[in-house]
């Protein structure tokens, strides 16, 4: 166990396990405090409802793709010394892009997706040009952003209709885009009988395109000079520029990658065909629920897909908890979780500690004796 504990990577998983169980049982603790008769129940339903059917387990992953792009994007940032905390805000106006490439110019899904990419790093430039240049805090900016990019993909959908009238297709429903079963079906997602395998619409290749930009994100961290420096950066800025890395520059960089990760998760979710934008007030929580993901894996590529599918798996699970429960209390539980999630690092950490400090107490050769101390005038020459 010792040594299974010593293996590179063993530590995160440990660390991450405990605050999801933790988490769990606070959850479950709450349960019987609101409705204990059907606290078990409920409990064991929200556990098991994600593999009860192949179309819940579909849901699981259709919700998973674009969490795990959220996750990247964080998770990118936080190993490059930053926190991208307006992955909201990219999510949304890359959203926005791929929904006006469909519905207006009706090129396909792959030109959308390109285009929801480009959005979301257009709008995490910003924040990185203000830290580069100016050293003013990201999490300031990007929040800032968040809020404005909602509220100018709100403005442009309500005047789509009047500005471009011979190409905007509206929604027969008000405040929501078109469907783009009838807008641009090519613009969907493509299937590939994943949906008739799982007997479920929601199901597409976007799980697999999100594995495959975890793969690739863990491919330029950990096997590219590009992304080394990126870490460099993160680990010390002064020393990095001491030797020679332009840390402005990849500050920027880092960023810009980071908003084009969240403008592919907007991409994903609503080219599926089952999603449509309407219009919103609050911020999506696709883009915040990217933080734990990350947190959770910390901040590991391949673990940021783990991490994604059980958070949605709890989202999907909470759903059987009604009408016993309100709808809420699944988010409280999921909020406990992600509370916890922000100490894996500090478990982590703990962890790490203690099984340095055994190895030191186990395998540490004992100290040298002392040599006893020479008698007074011993070894000095007799003066003659």
């Given at each position: ?11 995160s ?24 008769p ?17 179309a819940?387990?579909s ?19 936080f ?6 905390i ?20 009706q ?66 429903i ?7 079963k ?53 680990h ?7 030797a020679?890395?332009?840390a ?48 959770l ?11 994604a599918l ?37 478990t982590?950490?703990l ?34």
């Amino acid at each position: 166990m010792k040594k299974l504990l010593q293996k590179k990577g063993m530590t995160s998983v440990l660390a991450s396990v405990i605050s999801i169980v933790v988490g769990l049982l606070f959850g479950l603790v709450v349960l019987y405090i609101v409705n204990a008769p059907m606290a078990w129940e409920c409990f064991v339903s929200m556990l098991t409802t994600g593999l009860a059917s192949p179309a819940k387990f579909s849901k699981v992953l259709y919700q998973a793709a674009p969490l795990v792009m959220t996750g990247l994007s964080v998770g990118f940032a936080f190993k490059t010394g930053l926190f991208n905390i307006g992955a909201s805000g990219q999510y949304t106006v890359g959203a926005f892009a791929a929904l006006v490439t469909a519905i207006i110019f009706q090129m396909p899904w792959y030109v959308c997706m390109l285009a929801g990419a480009l959005a979301g790093a257009f709008w995490g430039l910003f924040p990185g040009l203000f830290k580069a240049l100016f050293n003013v805090n990201e999490v300031i900016t990007s929040i800032m952003f968040n809020w404005i990019g909602l509220f100018v993909v709100n403005l442009c959908l309500l005047n789509m209709e009047k500005m471009l009238p011979p190409f905007w297709v509206p929604s027969p429903i008000k405040d929501r885009t078109a469907s783009l079963k009838y807008a641009n079906p090519s613009a969907i997602i493509p299937k590939a009988g994943l949906d008739e395998l799982f007997s479920s619409p929601y199901i597409n290749i976007s799980i697999i395109l999100s594995v495959l930009f975890a793969i690739l994100m863990y491919v330029v961290l950990n096997k590219t000079t590009f992304g080394y420096e990126l870490k460099a950066c993160g680990h010390n800025r002064d020393a990095a520029q001491y030797a020679g890395i332009n840390a402005k520059r990849n500050i920027v960089l880092s960023m810009v990658i980071a908003g084009a990760l969240s403008g592919v998760a907007g991409g994903l979710y609503y080219l599926s065909g089952e999603a449509e934008y309407n219009i919103l007030k609050v911020l999506q929580a696709m883009g915040f629920n990217g933080i734990p993901v990350a947190l959770l894996a910390t901040s590991h590529p391949i673990g940021t897909i783990f991490s994604a599918l059980f958070v949605s798996y709890i989202q999907v699970g909470g759903e059987s908890m009604q009408p016993h429960f309100a709808v809420e209390m699944i988010d409280i539980i999921i909020s406990v979780i992600i509370y916890l999630a922000a100490f894996a690092l500090l478990t982590k950490d703990l962890i790490g500690r203690l099984v340095k400090t055994d190895k030191g107490n186990v395998n540490a050769e004992p100290a040298p004796e002392e040599a006893p101390a020479a008698p007074d005038g011993a070894g000095k020459e007799d003066n003659v």
